[in-house]
């Protein structure tokens, strides 16, 4: 079940995460095909969630001893339950990550993405209320750096969002080496 939930839940947020920010790249390059290589990043960063899941999916497997011949039990529940808290802690973790890498990414692509390419952003409230605003006025000028300023914004986020999976892999790796052998 360790496996399963290393590798199933870490390549799931590894999926949310790229789609939510690859939705978002897309739309933001039909506007403004210049930021596309840059904004690649969201997507890369979720990636390798899935990395993580599948290093603690194949250590888990590696550690789990063959059946003896003899039908006595060589895989204990306490090892058991080790491999199990290893998987969901690097899966949950991955999970978690991954969602928020795709949040990240989402507004933060195409915020980079409209302030690259002057378009006026006015979120209007339940009442027909404008909220909001940050764009430029007619004929202003856009791209003098505010842009770069986002980009640096987004990336500090995405790097401390992929350190949520990194602390759980790490957790997970330290956990899986707890074994105790039965029939000794």
């Not at 999926?15 to 930021?35: E, F, Q, Y």
């Not at 250590?59 to 090892?79: F, H, K």
Request: glycine fraction near 20%; include cysteine; aromatic fraction near 8%.
């Amino acid at each position: 079940m360790g496996v399963a939930a290393g590798a199933v839940l870490s390549n799931w947020g590894s999926a949310w995460g790229t789609w939510k920010a690859g939705v978002s790249l897309l739309n933001t390059g039909i506007r403004h095909p210049g930021s596309v290589m840059k904004n690649v990043i969201p997507i890369v960063m979720a990636g390798v969630i899935g990395i993580y899941g599948l290093i603690i999916a194949v250590i888990l497997a590696g550690n789990i001893p063959t059946p003896a011949n003899t039908r006595e039990n060589v895989y204990s529940v306490y090892t058991g339950m080790a491999h199990l808290c290893a998987g969901l802690c690097c899966g949950l973790s991955g999970l978690a990550a991954g969602g928020c890498i795709g949040i990240i990414g989402d507004y933060g692509v195409r915020s980079v993405g409209y302030r690259s390419s002057n378009i006026n952003i006015v979120f209007v409230g339940g009442d027909g209320s404008k909220i909001g605003g940050g764009g430029f006025e007619e004929g202003e000028e856009g791209g003098n750096g505010d842009e770069n300023k986002l980009f640096v914004g987004m990336l500090i986020m995405l790097i401390f969002s992929e350190a949520l999976a990194l602390y759980g892999l790490i957790v997970a790796l330290i956990v899986s080496q707890h074994s105790y052998p039965c029939g000794e």
